[in-house]
């Protein structure tokens, strides 16, 4: 059974940092590209984030680019999405999708105000 679980999200004030995980499993891991999208309130699904297989190219959205950073640790089996200077914009439950079959997890959500 292909599953996707994300933690890591919570409330932070503008600014500050968040790290979320995406912990995977009944797939091959090292043969997808991952990647991490978003859902505000509101508004559609975006794309925020895609790393390769192997790790070694990433992608993003032009709205977090220098901001946050995609990683994955292929021993065990989890993507990370680092988030640095946080905006409220950023606000918004954050999804982790595998490039096998199109898997969802069920989300996280990031809140971020004063």
């Known amino acids: 059974q292909v599953q996707l679980v994300e933690s890591g999200g919570g409330l932070v004030q503008p600014g500050e940092s968040l790290r979320l995980s995406c912990a995977a499993s009944g797939f091959i891991f090292t043969h997808y590209a991952m990647s991490w999208y978003r859902q505000a309130p509101g508004k559609e699904r975006e794309l925020v984030a895609t790393v390769t297989s192997a790790g070694g190219g990433m992608n993003y959205a032009d709205s977090v680019k220098g901001r946050f950073t995609v990683s994955r640790d292929n021993v065990k089996s989890t993507v990370y999405l680092q988030m640095n200077n946080l905006k409220p914009e950023d606000t918004a439950v954050y999804y982790c999708?595998?490039?096998?079959?199109?898997?969802w997890g069920r989300g996280t959500q990031v809140t971020v105000s004063s």
């Open positions: 999708k595998s490039h096998f079959r199109g898997t």
